[in-house]
């Protein structure tokens, strides 16, 4: 009975919070004239993991680039509605967007190392927004963050080496050492584990959950069966639309809307 | 949901389960059918031809388990594909159940088959099984086009069965204490009005499912119970 009581408050130390840290509000996105998102509202809370799935085109990945303000950066792209981090609007006139892409970061779809040593992959975030103050402390920072990410027994004896030179799964978990190197409070994963095989997947997912402590995560990702093993929280897109978000465990078993129904059980592409 | 899968296969796979069901319930609800028959007539040989006939709902049950192992394996349903499977493989544990009480019925029947006398009881054991059979068929209707309104009406029906078997409780007692020697056929007729009634909360059971399948989730409150043979005395006169 003891045991089960402290493995119990062990879950509970990691339990969400409650606390909402994201909240978009009428979130719409124009390619040029195209409307490729319309009108989402959704509250992000703090220590969840949140999967974004939906068939290719949907706007899911439209609406994950809009957290770090990603869209910014496509010529003729256009942002409406607010997104609050902590209450304040990222869209705002005072928000730095480089500022913003260290609070939230990014993992993409393929590993893209740069074309540096692992150490200097790693570094490269500390050194740019000056959170180091030497030597020293730069080096603690990356064993920090290799070991969150699970690389460090692998790379510690060849942090010198390029970041170009491990596996796919080793490089995808480099990135996301890249990403958490700067503590940001969110990260933003666009289907991580699309060009790695199982070993490598089952391993980024085993992360995800521990990351889960300390970050608010959204994935997006194509999976259903990852979808419903990593996130608390799920929510289903469809020709630019929210049409459903919930509790993993309702989506993948009774979902409301019959479209997130016939998604989940293959029946639309 | 009526739009088919991507896969096609799947779609076969999903239907084949059903048909399986089906036709384990309609050997179940064939097997009780004749088991009553042969009780009416006293015919131990088509009683022991039941006995026999039960290894076949015996088979389809674990070819329904390993085919509802397999689409999960392979196909890794979600939502209503999931529930779908789930409630495969519990109606078929549901039906494998009313295949056993209809054999037992029989192997009594066989036991009793020169008792006379009891044409009363056994009359009514026989209209309490014609109710427990309609549910048999109408739960299976339900299950095959996903009704789940017409699954409550079964689950509703199910305390009919309950009043006949605590009334047939009170007169085959009264028969034994009439005559000693009905007490061997009464007690084996206690029996089967018990498996009857036995198979009542098995459909019920399946009924609840089928609501599950459709809805995701049980049938709220209560089902309506009037078996009151728990309770039952009948004081020596």
Known sequence: MAEINVALSARDSSAPTGKIKLSARNVGVFYGAANALRDVNMDFEE??????????GCGKSTFLRCINRMNDTIPGCRVVGSINMDGTNIYGPDIDPVELRARVGMVFQKPNPFPKSIYDNVAYGPRIHGMAAGKAELDEVVEWALRSAGLWEEAKDRLQQPGTGLSGGQQQRLCIARAIAVHPEVILMDEPCSALDPIATAKIEELIDELRRSFTIIIVTHSMQQAA???QKTAFFHMGNLVEEGPTDVIFTKPHDPRTGAYITGRIG | MDKNHIVH???AELSQLQNMIAEMGGLAEMQLARAIAALVKYDADAANDIVEKDRRIDALEDEIDELAVRLIAKRQPMASDLRTIIT??????NLERIGDYAK???KRTVTISSATGLRGP???????????QGMIKNVLDAYIAHDADKADDVRARDQEVDQIHSGLFRELLTYMMEDPRNITPCTHLLFIAKNI???GDHVTSVAEQVHY?????LPLGERPKQDLSSFTLVEPK
């Open chain 2, 122 to 132: 056994i009359s009514t054991i026989a209209r309490m099984a014609g109710l427990v």
């Open chain 2, 104 to 106: 037992n019925i029989a």
């Open chain 2, 9 to 11: 296969s799947y779609d």
């Open chain 1, 229 to 231: 093993r990593v996130s």
């Open chain 2, 197 to 199: 009634e036995r198979v």
């Open chain 1, 47 to 56: 220590h969840q993991v949140i999967s974004l799935i939906g068939p290719s």
């Open chain 2, 213 to 217: 399948m459709v809805h995701g989730e």
């Open chain 2, 88 to 93: 495969g493989l519990k109606v078929a544990a």
